[in-house]
């Protein structure tokens, strides 16, 4: 049978998330359908036809799904869900959010977080902040899985010529409706989607130090900029922008760790990035184990040299 896979939008474009969890659902087998539920959304729907490797767009309009909750979403997902084997979502806060509303809707197992296919039935997710692999066997009929983006390559964009199919939308729930959104504005590069991050931790002492030491060295980098979480959780950065286990997982071109000693549970966020750079004066910090560059070293002199350098 076919796999569904439920796309990140924002109504006129598709999220990076989608073009991962796309090559997840391709090696599920069978054809690839996304669904584009939203309102207005016919930019969206367009861009999905056009994703290499997808069948058909399912493209479903509704002001009940303007803003993606999660209640409608679900509602619109257990009504196509008869016609596949593979439901597939992002693991990201949206996936999360709705992935276990429809698995509990068709009462089945939700597989989560899976980094590998090993057949249609059977896949791969790490565990215990990623220091061992499970391996997961379902027999559900319909299997609701989350992907880990960073565990598969992105599908092109571009050179698919998918259908688009335009049904009617499930009822939207009399129960939850949109208020209002508070959304952080950022002129740098999606965390999630930087190919870029350079990351502060707890060493940094303060927010204003964390800003003084890590903004001129995203700048010349062009990078989004993160933190671990002791850092957030002390104040000297946003909640959005931490990296790890219970933050966001991340796998850029380039990570550079500055003052960030690399507990297990950033260590689980970031250890699938290209390269690593750390920077961190105590030899021992576990950091420097996942590191391919480490520099023992004061941060708040070597950041600066390097600022300087660049």
Same mark, same amino acid.
Request: aromatic content about 4%; charged content about 15%.
């Given at each position: 049978?076919?796999?569904?896979?439920?796309?990140?939008?924002?109504?006129?474009?598709?999220?990076?998330?989608?073009?991962?969890?796309?090559? $997840? =659902? @391709?090696?599920? /087998? +069978?054809?690839?359908? %996304?669904?584009?539920?939203?309102?207005?959304?016919?930019? !969206?729907?367009?861009?999905?036809?056009?994703?290499?490797?997808?069948?058909?767009?399912?493209?479903?309009?509704?002001?009940?799904?303007?803003?993606?909750?999660?209640?409608?979403?679900?509602?619109?997902?257990?009504?196509?869900?008869?016609?596949?084997?593979?439901?597939?979502?992002?693991?990201?806060?949206?996936?999360?959010?709705?992935?276990?509303?429809?698995?509990?809707?068709?009462?089945?197992?939700?597989?989560?977080?899976?980094?590998?296919?090993?057949?249609?039935?059977?896949?791969?997710?790490?565990?215990?902040?990623?220091?061992?692999?499970?391996?997961?066997?379902?027999?559900?009929?319909?299997?609701?899985?989350?992907?880990?983006?960073?565990?598969?390559? $992105? =599908? @092109?964009?571009? /050179? +698919?010529?998918?259908? %688009?199919?335009?049904?009617?939308?499930?009822?939207?729930? !009399?129960?939850?409706?949109?208020?209002?959104?508070?959304?952080?504005?950022?002129?740098?590069?999606?965390?999630?989607?930087?190919?870029?991050?350079?990351?502060?931790?707890?060493?940094?002492?303060?927010?204003?130090?964390?800003?003084?030491?890590?903004?001129?060295?995203?700048?010349?980098?062009?990078?989004?900029?993160?933190?671990?979480?002791?850092?957030?959780?002390?104040?000297?950065?946003?909640?959005?922008?931490?990296?790890?286990?219970?933050?966001?997982?991340?796998?850029?071109?380039?990570?550079?760790?500055?003052?960030?000693?690399?507990?297990?549970?950033?260590?689980?966020?970031?250890?699938?990035?290209?390269?690593?750079?750390?920077?961190?004066?105590?030899?021992? =910090?576990?950091?420097?184990?996942?590191?391919?560059?480490?520099?023992?070293?004061?941060?708040?002199?070597?950041?600066?040299?390097?600022?300087?350098?660049?």
């Amino acid at each position: 049978m076919s796999s569904l896979v439920i796309a990140e939008h924002d109504n006129s474009s598709i999220k990076p998330s989608t073009l991962n969890t796309i090559t $997840a =659902a @391709a090696q599920c /087998g +069978g054809d690839v359908h %996304v669904l584009v539920a939203g309102h207005n959304a016919g930019a !969206a729907a367009a861009a999905a036809a056009h994703i290499a490797g997808v069948a058909k767009v399912i493209h479903v309009e509704s002001a009940g799904l303007a803003h993606g909750l999660a209640e409608n979403v679900t509602a619109q997902v257990v009504a196509l869900a008869s016609g596949y084997s593979h439901l597939l979502f992002p693991a990201t806060a949206y996936g999360k959010n709705i992935a276990p509303r429809v698995a509990a809707k068709l009462d089945v197992g939700q597989i989560s977080d899976i980094t590998k296919v090993d057949s249609p039935d059977t896949f791969e997710r790490p565990i215990y902040a990623g220091n061992a692999i499970a391996t997961v066997q379902s027999k559900d009929a319909i299997k609701v899985i989350t992907v880990r983006t960073t565990g598969f390559d $992105a =599908a @092109a964009s571009t /050179g +698919g010529s998918a259908s %688009v199919e335009t049904p009617a939308a499930a009822s939207d729930s !009399a129960d939850v409706g949109f208020l209002r959104s508070e959304i952080a504005k950022n002129d740098r590069p999606e965390l999630t989607a930087a190919k870029i991050i350079v990351s502060g931790g707890r060493a940094l002492g303060s927010n204003e130090k964390f800003m003084e030491i890590m903004t001129p060295l995203a700048d010349k980098l062009g990078a989004a900029m993160g933190a671990s979480r002791a850092a957030v959780d002390a104040g000297y950065a946003p909640n959005d922008w931490q990296v790890g286990q219970t933050g966001k997982i991340v796998a850029p071109q380039l990570y550079v760790a500055c003052g960030i000693s690399g507990a297990i549970q950033h260590l689980a966020g970031m250890k699938d990035s290209k390269v690593i750079v750390a920077i961190n004066k105590d030899a021992e =910090a576990p950091i420097f184990s996942v590191a391919d560059y480490g520099l023992e070293a004061d941060l708040f002199v070597a950041v600066p040299a390097l600022v300087a350098a660049l």
